[in-house]
């Protein structure tokens, strides 16, 4: 706060929440490679394939929108400040909801998935 300008708080909020919602993604996709092939090993290396790949999908700007990686330009900008939620639009409300929509799909998925499992 010395050097610096204190941060606005509602900002940080904002990007907290956004930061979460990014991880809750991938988190829901792990669960649903859990989910399907019953190994903690094969669920993290395809976790970590499904993020290699909305990885280079989000390298695509028109398509970056679309992905957990879209949320980070919003989530920047708010916690500095130099925009509001009202002023972001699109660009926070498109990545929002497809993130919500990818964990939506991957918890539906590791529900079918795990109904048909045998304990």
Do not use: C, H, N, Q
Not at 57 to 74: D, E, H, I, K, Y
Not at 89 to 108: C, K, R, S, Y
């Amino acid at each position: 706060a010395i050097l610096f300008a204190p941060p606005e708080i509602p900002g940080w909020i904002a990007m907290a929440i956004l930061a979460w919602l990014a991880l809750a993604a991938w988190a829901s996709i792990t669960f649903l490679a859990s989910v399907v092939t019953g190994s903690a090993a094969a669920a993290a290396g395809l976790g970590f394939v499904a993020l290699l790949i909305l990885s280079i999908v989000s390298a695509v700007p028109a398509l970056a929108l679309w992905t957990p990686a879209g949320l980070t330009t919003p989530a920047a900008a708010l916690a500095t400040g130099k925009a509001t939620v009202s002023s972001l639009g699109a660009d926070l409300w498109v990545p929002i909801i497809a993130t919500i929509a990818l964990i939506g799909l991957a918890l539906a998925g590791s529900l079918l998935a795990f109904r048909r499992r045998e304990l």
